[in-house]
Every structure is written in structure tokens, then in C-alpha cells.
């Protein structure tokens, strides 16, 4: 069974730091590319970036909002995928959720159950 | 950008009804179109991936269809468990984006 669980959310002031580890089992992460994925409260689904995996080049894209502040990384030794948020402004507040990438559509397969991070001082 | 848009924001439905769900790209996207689920406090789930292929363990009463830049969801008969929100999602190219949702409740 897939499993994403995502930790490390919670209160920061503007201009701060946070990392987000999402760990990955039940199947192999070393071969699947992963997402980031945010929803501020109330509002709709935005995607955050994207890394491909290292068969893939290891790639990462990133939405322009996070572009230059949020860092996404991943350690195939550890079925982990990490999202390094700096920076942060108070819209940066929401439930980030990291995702699996399917081979078609580049469709978000499997969902974690998503962590809040609230940007405020 | 693509921007991705569902009128309406909402709709209102009773058990048994079929309804449809629409959704438009500002571009064409050919097939790369996919919709989720989204239940209140819960974290999304994908329904239907390029445009109209099921994903695994969906109810069939779910279909997709469309291409271009016009897509619809198509709930044949609507279950008590099926009043949500629903986000289709470009997979053409970076940024991805995903439309505002619909939301289904009871009539």
C-alpha cells in the first residue's frame, strides 16, 4: 500500500525558515517523480514544483510564486522528499501536501495527508 | 500560463442525479487533463488521469471526457459519499494548474 506522510508543519514568522519531510513507502521512490502541492485555507489546489527522479535527471521545476525561495530535494536512500521553504510570507500559509507522479498527465497519483504551516507573526 | 477554469463554483444535486462537471483550458491541452475528488479536511484523490482513463479502484459511475480545451466529469449517478469538491488539473506543461473546483452539495 502507498503511503505519504508529510511532518515538520507549523507556526513561523515572516521572513523564516522551515523544512518539510515527507516520507515515502510501498513502492520504490527511487523511480517515481514527486510533487508539492498547497492549499491555503479555504481556497483551491496549487501546485508548488516537482522533481523528477534521478533516472530522470533529478530535475526539479518550480511554480513562480516559490521560485528562488522553496527548494525541493529527495534522498532514495531514505524514501524521503524534503520541500526547504525560506523566506516565507505570510501567503505561503496553507496544508502542503507532497504527492507521487503517475506516468500519464503527469496526473498526482497518491496524496499524503498534508501538513499546515502558518506564516505569521 | 494555462489557466483552467470550472464554471460553476457550485451546483446543487440530489442522490440519483447525473451531473456534469466542466472544465476549460485558456489553450489546448490535447488529453492532459485530470480530475480529483476532495472531501472536507481530507487531502485530494484522483479520479480520472488524462482526460478520461478511470484510476484504479474509482467507481465506473465516474467518466471523463473532452479535449483541446473543453473537458467534462460525469458522475452517471451521484452517491451520498460523492457530495465534495472537484479540481480538474492541466498536465500539458510547468506551471501545472488546477482549476478553482466544484463544489457538489445536496439539493
Known amino acids: 500500500e502507498v503511503q505519504l506522510v508529510e511532518s515538520g508543519g507549523g507556526l513561523v514568522k515572516p521572513g523564516g525558515s522551515l523544512r518539510l519531510p515527507c516520507v515515502a513507502s510501498?513502492?520504490?521512490?527511487?523511480?517515481?517523480?514527486m510533487t508539492w502541492v498547497r492549499q491555503a485555507p479555504g481556497k483551491g489546489l496549487e501546485w508548488i514544483g516537482r522533481i523528477k527522479s534521478h533516472g530522470g535527471s533529478g530535475a526539479t521545476e518550480y511554480a513562480e510564486p516559490v521560485k528562488d525561495r522553496f527548494t525541493i530535494s529527495r534522498d532514495d536512500s531514505k524514501n524521503m522528499l524534503y520541500l526547504q521553504m525560506n523566506s516565507l510570507k505570510t501567503e505561503d500559509t496553507a496544508v502542503y501536501y507532497c504527492t507521487t507522479v503517475g506516468n500519464r498527465a503527469s496526473a498526482s497519483t497518491f496524496w499524503g495527508q498534508g501538513t499546515l504551516v502558518i506564516v505569521s507573526s | 500560463d494555462i489557466q483552467m477554469t470550472q464554471p460553476p463554483s457550485s451546483l446543487s444535486a440530489s442522490v440519483g442525479d447525473r451531473v456534469t462537471i466542466t472544465c476549460r483550458a485558456t489553450q489546448s491541452i490535447g488529453t492532459s487533463l485530470n480530475w480529483y475528488q476532495q472531501k472536507a479536511g481530507k487531502a485530494p484523490k484522483l479520479l480520472i488521469y488524462?482526460?478520461?482513463t478511470l484510476q484504479n479502484g474509482v467507481p465506473s459511475r465516474f467518466s471523463g471526457s473532452g479535449s483541446g480545451t473543453e473537458f467534462t466529469l460525469t458522475i452517471s449517478s451521484l452517491q451520498p459519499e460523492d457530495f465534495a469538491t472537484y479540481y480538474c488539473q492541466q498536465g500539458h506543461s510547468i506551471p501545472l494548474t488546477f482549476g478553482p473546483g466544484t463544489k457538489v452539495d445536496i439539493k
Open positions: 488524462a482526460a478520461s
Open positions: 510501498g513502492f520504490t521512490f527511487s523511480d517515481v517523480w
